[in-house]
Nanobody, 121 residues
Framework: QVQVVDSGGGLVQAGGSLRLSCAAT????????MRWYRQAPGKQRELVAA???????DYADSVKARFTVSRDNAKNAVNLQMSSLRVEDTAVYYCNVEHSPVKWGPRTQYWGQGTQVTVSS
């Protein structure tokens, strides 16, 4: 079983920065793409950033040039550095990890519990 724990949220003023962290623990074999999602009140959960096991990244248009996703494969960890934060970035941020027991086998997605990010004006 894989557990995912995300952390690092908090309250910050607009223009400020925060760093979110996420680590997968438990019985781990192969971690594939790691993603950050967010969900604001009354809105659907949306993909913010993703990083493959090879380090290829992808971002939502709304966060490009402001957020940076990185990972430490040795620690099964992924981080999200958020800069130039805006009020509209306020949301619960969730870490998502793809895992498979066999490298080319079926993958299961695991979610963190979420961490609140609040950006004040």
């Amino acid at each position: 079983q894989v557990q995912v724990v995300d952390s690092g949220g908090g309250l910050v003023q607009a223009g400020g920065s925060l760093r979110l962290s996420c680590a997968a623990t438990g019985t781990i074999f192969n971690i594939h793409t790691m993603r950050w999602y967010r969900q604001a009140p009354g809105k659907q959960r949306e993909l913010v950033a993703a990083i493959t096991s090879g380090g290829i990244t992808d971002y939502a248009d709304s966060v490009k040039a402001r957020f940076t996703v990185s990972r430490d494969n040795a620690k099964n960890a992924v981080n999200l550095q958020m800069s130039s934060l805006r009020v509209e970035d306020t949301a619960v941020y969730y870490c998502n990890v793809e895992h498979s027991p066999v490298k080319w086998g079926p993958r299961t997605q695991y979610w963190g519990q979420g961490t609140q990010v609040t950006v004040s004006s």
